[in-house]
């Protein structure tokens, strides 16, 4: 039954694999037995489910507590052809009334229902007479109250279950789970002798980043314009936030919606399609948002502020990549972040049994963001994964960032700050040091200070951020009064007696991406289509199925289905259209066609140097050859003079561009061929280093 199973997935889905723990699953329940299944965030649940529906008679039974997601399920499974239908307080009585007579009369495999409406008598009758194998309850973890989204009604699952006269299979999945919270899991939902299909929590697309003391409003709008073409959700703690950062980014032209609980549904409900159906690139939002949102495609997840918990942070920033597709989840934190949920726990009404759980949830995540360890390795092992992982995919791992030291201007903030007495906040302290002449500051005679003004070519608010960035790394205290003031630490004693140095890493660019123009026409047409068709582009194809096709460029139909997430019913609605964009695509850069097939057929066969030899001596350019072959241009050189040197028969004299070419050689006298750098230096930037060492060899040569 799983070969089965495997065919399916190809024919419906257009996979050709199971990812991992899909098929451990699958079959454990084809042989009937109960179930619970813990992936992370688009680890690709759903398909447990989905998959037996399709190889079973009779009909699965999905306990979903996302109203949102169940539409966007279903309307997924339409897409790709598989019959299913939901029922939850949306739809009104005649609707839900005509969706049970199509129940009944075997219309759908699948039924995603919100665990309430199991308690109704009704509904019970109504289920009980049901052809029904699988019962499949989603986020399971809504059973504990040691979770983070406790739902009583999923308590009473089990006496439904236990109602109806033949126990189905029993399927518990869920992305989040701490130890205790798979025993409630196991013990609540009643399941009996479960197989455990356990894929780990580590999402490897996702890179994981902690920016300390950084201008937060800053960063994230420089961060939207690199990444201008992508989407993103950005998480602020409080509505007052989200109101503000969405003002200002609409005001710096960026396509941004807001969502809150503060707002009517409707308008709730106008933001969340906006950005689901990509009319906005951001949505700047409260954890209101988010709870089953499966938009594959958001790239990115910014946290404005910092979690209450890292079972909080690990969903919201696991909402980025669930297509695969490399993605960014980035924390700005700011030491005080944490105040703010520690006035919330102490002011509730828990138990004081239940603050102290809270305070320390709230401890690992402000632990999170100072720890020096791997980020990845922080968090698996928070929830109960010991295995190292290779990483090198995270703020802490992967940073080649530059290095600069800044320990002279922390002395003159250190001793700044000293000679205020150490009774004063950022602003204060920033201004005195730029020398503002703010009427507080003469008042107190801080412009008499020999610290006075000499930051003063540096902005006040910039100032705050060094001081904010000083405080996170624990050179610097901020009280936790009311109007908190900055004191020195240990640390930055050290600091200005001289034994020790800082560090700080500066900010660049996260991301360099390769334009890829057919991707984006690709996109484009996805676009057009969905809104043709009022459903979200994602539904349609996922990036990652665009991306599939525009670099393999299928031109036929069996080409078509090998793509990734391309199935039968997604060939006949849309192939056609997609085929046509990727034939007018090739007709105007044959080159592309050609650099396709010579990769493709000397796939691992050939050394690398020669297919990007091949490729050359077919008349593509280095920079059309990098491209095709996602390498950089620096190393598409090295592979041309890799090949001259192994007496390949490249003429090297064009790289030389002919107008330059007598400076170059000049240049060369001139600096000698130790270094490339000098030379480079006293040319006309146009002139490339592949040009310099062009002339290089070839003036060697002729000497000799
Ligand atoms: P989860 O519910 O675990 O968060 P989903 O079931 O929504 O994840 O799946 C996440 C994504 O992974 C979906 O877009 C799905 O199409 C994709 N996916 C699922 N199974 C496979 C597979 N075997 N091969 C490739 N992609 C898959
Ligand atoms: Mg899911």
């Known amino acids: 039954m799983i070969d089965e199973g495997r065919k399916l997935l190809k024919q419906y889905y257009g996979y050709d694999t199971f990812r991992e723990g899909q098929e451990e699953a699958l079959t454990s329940i084809i042989a009937g037995k109960d179930t619970f299944v813990i992936m992370p965030t688009g680890g690709g649940k759903s398909l447990c489910y989905q998959l037996p529906a399709l190889l079973f008679d009779g009909i699965v039974l999905v306990v979903s507590p996302l109203i949102s997601l169940m539409k966007d399920q279903v309307d997924g499974l339409l897409e790709i052809g598989i019959e299913a239908t939901f029922i939850n307080g949306t739809l009104d009585y005649i609707e839900i009334q005509e969706r049970l007579d199509h129940v009944k009369a075997g219309k759908y495999e699948i ?284 703020s802490l791992c992967k940073d080649d960032r530059e290095e600069v030291d800044i320990t002279a201007e922390a002395q003159m903030v250190f001793s700044c700050i000293y000679r ?14 730029a020398g503002s002449q703010n009427k507080k500051v003469l008042q107190f005679g801080f412009d008499r200070l020999s610290t006075y003004g000499i930051m003063k070519e540096r902005s006040i608010k910039d100032i705050q951020e060094l001081i904010n960035f000083f405080i996170a790394d624990g050179y610097l205290h901020m009280t936790e009064e009311k109007y908190p003031v900055i004191k020195l630490t240990n640390k930055s004693v050290n600091v200005i007696k001289g034994e020790e140095k800082i560090w700080r890493k500066i900010q660049v660019q996260l991301k360099k991406k390769e334009d890829n123009q057919l991707f984006e026409q690709l996109r484009s047409l996805r676009k057009a289509i969905a809104v043709e068709n009022s459903i979200p582009p994602y539904i349609i194809f996922h990036d990652s199925t665009l991306n599939d096709m525009s670099t393999q460029l299928p031109t036929t139909k069996e080409a078509m289905l090998g793509i990734k997430g391309l199935g039968v019913s ?18 105007d850069h044959p080159e592309k066609t050609i650099a396709n097939k010579v990769i493709k057929d000397h796939q691992d066969k050939v050394p690398s140097h020669l297919v990007t030899l091949e490729l050359f001596n077919k008349g593509l350019s280095l920079k ?81």
């Open 624 to 704: 059309e050859i990098a491209t095709a072959r996602e390498l950089k241009s620096l190393s598409v050189e090295g592979h041309l003079f890799r090949c001259y040197d192994e007496g390949h028969d490249i003429d090297i004299a064009q790289f030389i561009p002919q107008e330059y070419k007598e400076e170059i050689y000049q240049a060369i006298d001139k600096c000698g061929i130790e270094k490339l750098k000098p030379i480079k230096e006293v040319l006309p930037n146009e002139v490339s280093y592949t040009a310099i060492k062009a002339a290089i060899i070839l003036k060697e040569n002729k000497t000799i």
């Open 570 to 587: 997604k060939y006949e609605k849309y192939g056609d259209q997609f085929l046509q964009c990727i034939m007018d695509y090739t007709n």
């Open 111 to 394: 039924l995603y229902l919100a665990p309430e409406r199991l308690e109704m008598l009704e509904m019970k009758l109504f289920l009980r007479d049901l052809p029904m194998k699988l019962i499949a309850i989603d986020e399971a973890h809504c059973v504990s109250q040691w979770g983070h989204d406790f739902r009583p009604s999923y308590l009473k699952i089990r006496h439904f279950i236990k109602s109806l006269d033949k126990r189905p299979t029993i399927l518990a999945l869920t992305a989040t789970a701490t130890p205790q919270v798979q025993e409630d899991i196991v013990t609540f939902l009643e399941l009996k002798e479960p197989s455990q299909v356990v894929t780990g929590y580590n999402r490897e697309n996702l890179y994981f980043a902690v920016e300390k003391g950084v201008d937060k409003t800053r960063f994230i709008t420089q961060y939207i314009k690199d990444n201008k073409d992508d989407h993103g959700i950005i998480y602020c703690s409080t509505r007052k936030e989200v109101e503000m950062l969405t003002e200002l980014l609409i005001g710096k032209d960026v396509k941004a919606v807001k969502y809150h609980a503060g707002m009517v549904d409707h308008e709730r409900h106008i933001s969340q399609d906006d950005f689901l159906y990509e009319r906005a690139h951001v949505i700047v939002a409260t954890n209101a948002f988010g709870m089953g949102i499966d938009k594959s495609n958001v790239r990115y997840v910014i946290h404005y502020n910092m979690p209450k918990s890292l079972e909080a942070y690990y969903q919201e920033a696991g909402r980025a990549g669930r297509d695969g597709l490399p993605s960014e989840c980035i924390l700005l934190y700011k030491t005080g972040d944490s105040r703010i949920h520690k006035f919330f726990i102490e002011e509730s009404d828990l138990s004081s049994e239940q603050k102290v759980i809270k305070h320390k949830k709230l401890q690992a995540m402000v632990d999170y963001c100072h720890t020096s360890k791997c980020l990845r390795e922080y968090i698996l092992e928070y929830f109960g994964e010991s295995e190292p992982v290779e990483c090198n995919f995270c």
């Open 420 to 433: 205020m007495g150490q009774r004063f906040g950022t602003v204060m302290v920033a201004s005195v040091l």
